[in-house]
């Protein structure tokens, strides 16, 4: 594991990029900040006008300590569904990982209504609209990021970020003040940013499994580790955005 630090984080959320509301966490279901992914959103309704087929809001309670974030709705996960990792083989590993530490209860089913509840955590991605081949573009990200810095002010007690994939990374680095080179991606590392640790995991895809670059023994370590750091840190539970 590797560790970096900073301890002069933001005391506030980057400003929102042009059309974009400061105070929101999330984007309208409508939302026109970027004109590809409107184009492929409605594309994708009017093929499927049953599925979601809109910004997928995070899911969990605004108090957590855990924050995940993800790249980008699947069309056929969280476009479909309307809820993160949900619908998708990413999610059966998340969401199985979760319960296993702790931070879900009751049973993953892929689908909304499943009952299955976050305990102390919460999860969103750095792109809230589903992009074309699951890629977003960088202005995309860009855009995007107002509320992933909106979200990250919206949570009191966050204690911990887990980054999946280094898309993820990337952009929760920009969000919260760090600067690239002394906070840089690698599965496992963790890195301090005021009072929150930023853990990374490569992005629990099926390619990623399928070619063993992410086993589930190596996913479930970096929320092992959370768990771990969550329940024996010293520190006292304060604000990261003030």
């Given at each position: 594991m590797t560790t970096t630090s900073r301890t002069d984080t933001q005391s506030r959320a980057e400003p929102a990029l042009s059309g974009a509301n400061t105070a929101s966490t999330e984007p309208g279901r409508d939302c026109?900040?970027?004109p590809r992914l409107v184009d492929y959103?409605?594309?994708?309704?009017?093929?499927?006008?049953?599925?979601?087929?809109?910004?997928?809001?995070s899911f969990g309670d605004p108090d957590a300590a855990l924050l995940i974030v993800?790249?980008?709705?699947?069309?056929?996960g969280a476009n479909r569904t309307g809820r993160p990792f949900t619908g998708d083989y990413a999610g059966d590993l998340l969401y199985a990982t979760l319960l296993k530490y702790g931070f879900a209860a009751g049973h993953y089913q892929a689908r909304v209504d499943d009952g299955l509840t976050l305990v102390d955590c919460r999860i969103s991605n750095a792109v809230r609209c589903v992009p074309p081949q699951n890629k977003p573009l960088p202005a995309e990200i860009n855009t995007c990021r107002a509320f992933l810095s909106a979200t990250l002010a919206a949570m009191p007690k966050l204690r911990a970020i887990v980054a999946l994939g280094r898309i993820a990374h990337d952009?929760?680095?920009?969000?919260?003040?760090?600067?690239a080179k002394a906070a840089p991606f690698a599965h496992g590392a963790v890195h301090r940013a005021g009072a929150v640790r930023l853990y990374d995991s490569y992005h629990c895809s099926r390619y990623n499994t399928n070619t063993r670059v992410l086993?589930?023994?190596m996913f479930e370590s970096v929320f092992a580790q959370?768990?771990?750091?969550l329940e024996h840190d010293p520190e006292k539970w304060k604000p990261v955005f003030g």
């Open positions: 026109p900040l970027c959103r409605l594309s994708v309704r009017a093929r499927e006008p049953d599925w979601f087929n809109a910004p997928v809001p993800g790249l980008a709705p699947g069309v056929q952009s929760v680095v920009k969000a919260l003040g760090l600067r086993t589930p023994e959370v768990r771990a750091d």
